[in-house]
């Protein structure tokens, strides 16, 4: 595997090779040996910054977030090694090996951003470089002026120009990296779908499910290490991270106990 990017220092904690593993946390005099570097702190976030912005500080730990680390400092869903399958993120924490669905997991921390941004003044938005004219039947075109100050608290700018043209100028900025017209195609979709229904926090949160399944890391994106380990540090910190928002499971553990039972070692 290759090094972590030009520059990158070295990061401790980290897993020290061979059977020093087996024991726990190894200290930083192992450090070289690892063909894999570990990024850590603001030099993660940035890189993650890369596809998502970055959302509001967390104030506390919410009550279904990921379980706190123990006493060693390790955090509960450790340090990132790689890739499988460019679709699960593998990393090493206390217990063993953790198995990450990276698209299921993104998507859940947008998610929750969302309904924070949503809950507050609303979501701050990104401007277009150039505005997106998009042909749409009538009844869109109906839809979307109608709700065009909603979709402004989702951090949407849209004006109508004509009986089926919409112009979109400004996305969500957690969404920036987003397929514009999709995303919008699909809202205008789910607002129609849920209709001007008088439960509205429970419209919008569909929407908003939408939205941040549109801006979640893909299946076979190429992640940093970097990366990876920003997106297990927001995990961490997000509410009910252990699900995405269609209640399937983001990551699993498997403990040393149980990798050993697989390859009978021990008999």
């Not at 912005?53 to 104030?59: H, K, Q």
């Not at 009538?138 to 839809?143: G, S």
């Not at 100050?149 to 004509?162: S, T």
């Amino acid at each position: 595997a290759a090094a972590g990017p030009a520059g990158l220092p070295p990061a401790t904690p980290r897993f020290a090779a061979g059977e020093s593993a087996r024991g726990g946390w190894s200290g930083p005099s192992r450090q070289d040996s690892m063909p894999l570097r570990i990024a850590e702190g603001e030099l993660a976030e940035r890189s993650w910054a890369v596809f998502t912005a970055p959302g509001p500080a967390t104030e506390g730990r919410p009550a279904n977030a990921v379980a706190p680390a123990p006493e060693t400092g390790i955090p509960p869903l450790g340090y990132a090694l790689g890739q499988l399958a460019g679709i699960y993120i593998l990393a090493q924490n206390r217990d063993g090996l953790v198995v990450v669905d990276m698209h299921a997991a993104h998507e859940r921390v947008l998610y929750e951003r969302l309904k924070n941004a949503h809950a507050g003044p609303g979501a701050v938005g990104q401007p277009l470089l150039v505005p997106l004219s998009l042909r749409v039947s009538t009844t869109e075109a109906d839809l979307a002026e109608s709700v065009r100050d909603e979709l402004a608290a989702l951090g949407f700018e849209l004006d109508r120009r004509g009986p089926d043209v919409v112009v979109l100028r400004q996305l969500p900025a957690l969404l920036a990296t987003a397929d514009a017209e999709a995303l919008l195609r699909d809202v205008l979709s789910d607002l129609a779908e849920q209709g001007r229904s008088s439960r509205v926090e429970e419209r919008f949160n569909a929407v908003l499910a939408t939205m941040a399944c549109h801006g979640a890391v893909r299946a076979q994106r190429q992640l940093t290490l970097a990366e990876m380990n920003a997106l297990l540090r927001d995990m961490e910190g997000t509410e009910r991270a252990d699900q995405c928002n269609h209640g399937r499971p983001t990551w699993t553990q498997l403990s040393l106990a149980e990798l050993d039972k697989l390859f009978l070692r021990g008999r």
